[in-house]
């Protein structure tokens, strides 16, 4: 909620005091709920990436992020008709295959935290294809920034009744840190600064590339995550899961390749 309240206040701030780029209105109805899905997804798959974080370690949950291209190809089929290249599509296949072998080998699975991740996955799919059309529609064409004004606020009342129920204590815990820590308000607000910058450079790279490239990006972060997550956290890992991850990254290689080839 931080985070999408940055999101706002910052754009708002961008186009309306700075003039960064022009202001647009919605046109429709219609319009207006495309943003308000792109929203609600959006909330949905960061909360049930998060959820899903107390049952699974942090580089299995990656390694089931890195599907999203899979889910992607599969969403912009349905809701656009965007065929790709069918060896495209098969360097698809390995992506998804790490990620069965991998879940085989991993010593902590568990099978809600494993629903959520999957959950969250598709929503992030789901959300870079509607992202996709409602920056490039011919009719209903939102810049970068103006789509992130009008989805932060609804994004916030979305989060607000969830956090109240999910995190009832949040002020007292957020008051408590900070007390312990004299720059805890300044982290917070330079982190939300961040997202900000993260989901405004997410809606460029759409616009001039595709939702599914932009999924296949966002795996190399997943790779680095992967890595510090097993430093850091000391996570059990198996050559099975190793392996299989390897094998979902290989795929991704591939389809950049295969993307660059025939485009």
């Given at each position: 909620m931080?985070h999408m309240s ?8 961008s ?8 202001l647009?209105h919605?046109?429709s109805?219609?319009?207006?709920m495309k943003?308000?899905t792109?929203?609600?997804?959006f909330?949905a ?7 899903s974080l107390?049952y ?6 990656q390694?089931?992020g ?6 992607t190809?599969?969403?912009a089929?349905?809701m656009?008709f965007?065929?790709e290249a069918?060896?495209?599509y ?11 072998i991998a879940?085989?080998g ?10 959520m991740c999957?959950?969250?996955?598709a ?11 409602l ?5 209903e ?5 103006n789509l992130m004004l009008y ?19 949040v ?5 408590s ?8 308000w300044?982290?917070l607000?330079?982190?939300s600064?961040?997202?900000y910058?993260a989901n405004?450079?997410n809606?460029?790279?759409t616009?001039h590339?595709s ?6 990006l ?11 997550s097993v ?12 392996g299989?991850?390897?094998i979902?990254v ?5 389809y950049?390749?295969t993307?660059r080839?025939?485009?």
């Open positions: 931080c940055a999101c706002a206040i910052l754009s708002y701030l186009i309306v005091f700075l003039k960064l780029v022009p647009q919605l046109k109805r219609s319009q207006f943003v308000s792109l929203s609600i997804v909330c798959s960061v909360v049930g990436g998060n959820v107390r699974l370690p942090v580089s299995f949950n390694a089931v890195a599907t999203t291209p899979f889910f190809a599969l969403f089929y349905l656009t965007k065929r069918w060896i495209t098969g360097a698809l296949v390995p992506v998804v295959t790490g990620v069965v879940s085989g991993e010593p902590g699975f568990h099978w809600f935290g494993f629903i999957i959950s969250a996955t929503a992030r799919a789901f959300k870079s294809v509607l992202q996709g059309i920056l490039s529609s011919e009719g064409k939102l810049n970068s920034m989805m932060s606020p609804i994004a916030v009342i979305a989060l607000l009744p969830v956090t109240i129920v999910m995190e009832p204590d002020m007292s815990v957020t008051l840190l900070a007390r312990q820590h004299k720059y805890m300044v982290l607000l330079v982190n600064v961040m997202a910058s405004l450079l809606f460029l790279v616009k590339t939702a599914l490239t932009l999924q296949v966002g795996n190399a972060k997943g790779v680095v995550a992967v890595v510090i430093l850091l956290f000391r996570n059990p890992v198996t050559v099975m899961g190793i299989g991850y390897s979902t290989l795929g991704v290689v591939a950049g390749e993307k080839r025939f485009i």
